[in-house]
């Protein structure tokens, strides 16, 4: 890397380079020189230095690029995807992008549950609404045409709450003329079809994994954990001293 070009596009960013040599000789890669940035977040935060100089400019001088996204932290902050596009426009054909700490983003089955609570959430309010449509409907036109019989059915109380509470659309039926009740009743009744349409759709939920499923992957989980691994070690550990002088053990 040419120091003194580093020094004189961003001042300050030598003060906090750091070398660090890794001793694994599995890790060995000695034609590649591997340049960690530091994290990106949004906010108040100021850097030392100017981080997208100094970042725009390892671009332009690496090989490669690899962007690595973390689910949990603040990877997709405003400031790392206008960097991210900065470096695509330039370097595309550069650029590699990784998912990080993947594992720790919680388990597929549990994304898929709270999916399938958010759809049946969804459905549930529209079929409620696809419902409540045609009983308003039902009710304030009673309420507006029959309302003396009504009353002699449900009892004088009874009737002043459902005034109460539904007399604007009642008024609201009796300003409306005769000739056009009818493709006012078609319309709701339409827009409550509608409505429990959307709730159908929309309620659609995922396979998640039964609870036996769910039991025997954790038995493969455990088998390869504690055996398979083990006995790649072994196997590994067996084919680097027939195939590694001791000198370099």
Known sequence: MRRSSLVLCIPGVVDYLATEVSTSKQKKFSLVTFIDTPGLVDGDMKY???VNKAITWLGD???LIFVFFDPIGQALCKRTLNLVETLNEKHADR???????????????????????RARFRGMCYGLIGL??????????????SHSTLAALLGDRLMITLDIYLGPLSTAWKRVPR????????????????MLLIAKFSSRTVATLTRKQKKKLSEISDFVQNTVKN???????????????????
């Open 179 to 194: 000739d056009y009740t009818q493709y006012i009743i078609g319309v709701i009744l339409a827009l409550a079809l509608l």
């Open 231 to 249: 006995k790649k070690q072994t196997l590994y550990q067996e084919y680097l001293q027939q195939s590694v002088a001791e000198q370099d053990m």
């Open 48 to 50: 030392p230095f100017d």
């Open 61 to 63: 001088t690496a090989d």
């Open 132 to 145: 409540t449509l045609p009983l308003l409907l039902l009710a304030t036109f009673l309420i507006s045409t």
């Open 95 to 117: 650029m590699r992008f990784y998912l990080s700490k993947a594992d720790e983003a919680g388990h597929e089955s549990d994304r898929q549950g709270s999916r399938n609570l």
